[in-house]
């Protein structure tokens, strides 16, 4: 990756937002990869009373936040993460990085045995130097009824071996697997994750209420007697609303129990604010309901995210991208997002939800997914310097990784 040269100590100021801090006149002090001070501009004249910090002023209207992080993306710049593509997902994550999404997880789509296993092969190599935060792998395990862009052929019912192999094939790092709860052999494989250190993340369901409410449940237990430090609680849903039956009155499916449960503060349920998978009165009204603290926003980013439209593809599937809208070619169903992660944040504060409650949903509530609620999503003394530096529009200004400035 490309960067500018900067010093290990430097100190930038501006408008700090981060979960549960709010400072106008703040000020943030990088050493080496580690944020050594995140405060109040006056504070930190005492802090670095030798002046050993290089301050670097920002102009007024400057905002500081830290790093977004994805919990779900499958590629970008022109890169699928399901590909085994080395040069691809090596594009792919520097554009995710550049564009202001400091952690992610790379995301594969359902595919045969062997194309999972080898492209989970290789994101292994990835997360193993830290340029990803692990793995997430969107089936098999879902319903053909629901099933989205996800190839129905290689859909199957829970298979102890193939989770087996695709935890070794990605060497330890396989952090969330998206299931059907209605499958015959869930509650088997929420014991098998778990006890390997992946969270479950109900997903690409036809299932009622009831399964759904149960099954989350279950999944919690399982997390919650895991006894592992860092280890979320919680289980998650993937893309809530895509991919599952609309509620209805008189067949409230699974999105009840899901909008009940996260209500509750026992799940955390994922949303693709970008402005094409929901609209932006149903995001607002997520936040009023459930809570930022119940909400983590991602992407479902695809090859076409940073580019211009044109036909692309996901996984096995032909996608074809018109304005910004990526479809399958195949039947027009929604294949993924094109949206960054700084444009899902632009576009959940322009729904009227505030920029402090996004922020919390953007980098707070998915690091805690990832067991990283002393590492990453906030502004906070021995944390990762990751951060983003904003103007007064939300308008990306630069982004810093490990501490360093991307180019």
């Given at each position: 990756m490309t960067s500018t040269d900067s010093p290990d100590r430097y100190a930038l100021t501006g408008h700090l937002i981060s979960p549960g801090r709010n400072i106008t006149q703040g000020i943030?002090?990088?050493?080496?990869?580690?944020?050594?001070?995140?405060?109040?501009?006056?504070?930190?004249?005492?802090?670095?009373?030798?002046?050993?910090?290089?301050?670097?002023?920002?102009?007024?209207?400057?905002?500081?936040?830290?790093?977004?992080?994805?919990?779900?993306?499958?590629?970008?710049?022109?890169?699928?993460?399901?590909?085994?593509?080395?040069?691809?997902t090596t594009a792919a994550i520097e554009h995710l990085h550049r564009s202001g999404?400091?952690?992610?997880?790379?995301?594969?789509?359902?595919?045969?045995?062997?194309?999972?296993?080898?492209?989970?092969?290789?994101?292994?190599?990835?997360?193993?130097?830290?340029?990803?935060?692990?793995?997430?792998?969107?089936?098999?395990?879902?319903?053909?009824?629901?099933?989205?862009?996800?190839?129905?052929?290689?859909?199957?019912?829970?298979?102890?071996d193939f989770v087996d192999a695709l935890i070794d094939a990605a060497a330890g790092q396989l952090r969330t697997m998206t299931y059907a709860p209605e499958l015959e052999g869930s509650n088997a494989l929420l014991e098998q994750l778990v006890s390997q250190g992946v969270?479950?993340?109900?997903?690409?369901?036809?299932?009622?209420?009831?399964?759904?409410?149960?099954?989350?449940?279950?999944?919690?237990?399982?997390?919650?007697?895991?006894?592992?430090?860092?280890?979320?609680?919680?289980?998650?849903?993937?893309?809530?609303?895509?991919?599952?039956?609309?509620?209805?009155?008189?067949?409230?499916?699974?999105?009840?129990?899901?909008?009940?449960?996260?209500?509750?503060?026992?799940?955390?349920?994922?949303?693709?604010?970008d402005g094409v998978h929901l609209d932006p009165d149903m995001v607002r009204t997520m936040f009023e309901v459930v809570g930022a603290e119940a909400i983590a926003l991602v992407t479902d980013s695809m090859a076409a995210t940073g580019l211009a439209d044109g036909n692309y593809e996901l996984g096995s599937s032909a996608v074809s991208v018109t304005n910004g809208e990526a479809r399958l070619a195949s039947d027009g169903s929604l294949a993924g997002g094109t949206a960054s992660m700084l444009e899902v944040l632009r576009k959940v504060v322009a729904a009227g939800v505030g920029l402090d409650q996004a922020i919390i949903s953007a980098t707070k509530v998915p690091a805690s997914v990832l067991g990283l609620v002393d590492e990453a999503g906030r502004l906070h003394r021995g944390f990762a310097a990751d951060m983003l530096i904003l103007d007064a529009d939300l308008e990306l200004v630069q982004v810093i990784r490990n501490g360093v400035y991307l180019g």
């Open positions: 943030i002090a990088v050493e080496g990869n580690r944020i050594a001070f995140a405060g109040d501009v006056r504070e930190f004249s005492f802090f670095d009373s030798d002046g050993a910090f290089e301050m670097r002023r920002s102009p007024e209207g400057t905002i500081i936040i830290p790093g977004l992080i994805d919990l779900h993306c499958h590629g970008a710049a022109g890169g699928d993460f399901s590909s085994a593509d080395r040069e691809k999404t400091t952690t992610l997880m790379a995301s594969l789509v359902t595919a045969s045995r062997e194309n999972m296993l080898a492209a989970a092969a290789v994101l292994a190599e990835f997360a193993q130097r830290g340029e990803i935060a692990g793995l997430h792998a969107e089936g098999p395990f879902l319903s053909t009824a629901r099933c989205g862009a996800q190839d129905p052929s290689f859909i199957t019912e829970p298979d102890p969270v479950p993340s109900l997903g690409h369901t036809d299932a009622d209420a009831t399964t759904t409410r149960d099954s989350l449940l279950v999944a919690r237990e399982e997390l919650a007697s895991a006894g592992v430090d860092g280890f979320t609680e919680r289980p998650t849903v993937t893309h809530l609303f895509n991919g599952m039956p609309p509620m209805h009155h008189r067949a409230p499916g699974p999105i009840a129990a899901c909008l009940e449960l996260a209500a509750q503060g026992k799940i955390i349920v994922e949303l693709i604010a």
